[in-house]
């Protein structure tokens, strides 16, 4: 596997792990694709449906995991999560989660010190509960 897609690998490991264990949310899916795209993490934040991007970038990357996340990608997100809930039969309401991880060293000194520092960012509802058209 190369680095840039273990890096990716990792990342929603490490999401779904926050996911579950940090905010006691139920993991209903990983890698889910239908015809709109694929769907990082599926969830249920309470009676909520959450679908939920994920992104990563390394220390010094010109642009940020979250800003990496431009109209046209949200514009997938949003027909993806919309096709998913309808194969569920979801009726309740839905949203769409981004947590962005940036991976990097403190210093020169740090790259041959093991693990690197993973800063991870969550932001809630990036539709802001609007039912975006496609």
């Not at 599926?42 to 970038?57: F, Q, T, Y």
């Not at 949203?95 to 932001?123: C, K, S, Y």
Request: aromatic content about 4%.
């Amino acid at each position: 596997m190369t680095r840039h897609l273990e890096l990716g690998r990792r990342a929603e490991d490490r999401a779904a792990d926050h996911i579950e264990k940090s905010l006691g949310w139920k993991l209903l899916g990983r890698n889910i694709v239908n015809p709109y795209g694929e769907l990082d993490i599926v969830a249920m934040d309470g009676s909520e449906l959450v679908i939920v991007e994920v992104r990563c970038r390394t220390l010094g990357a010109v642009q940020s995991s979250l800003d990496s996340v431009g109209p046209q990608k949200l514009r997938h997100l949003i027909n993806a999560g919309r096709a998913h809930a309808d194969r569920l039969g979801w009726t309740g309401p839905w949203r769409i989660d981004l947590i962005g991880f940036t991976v990097g060293r403190v210093n020169a000194a740090d790259r041959d010190a093991g693990e690197p520092q993973w800063a991870m960012e969550h932001v809630r509802d990036v539709t802001c509960g609007m039912d975006v058209t496609s």
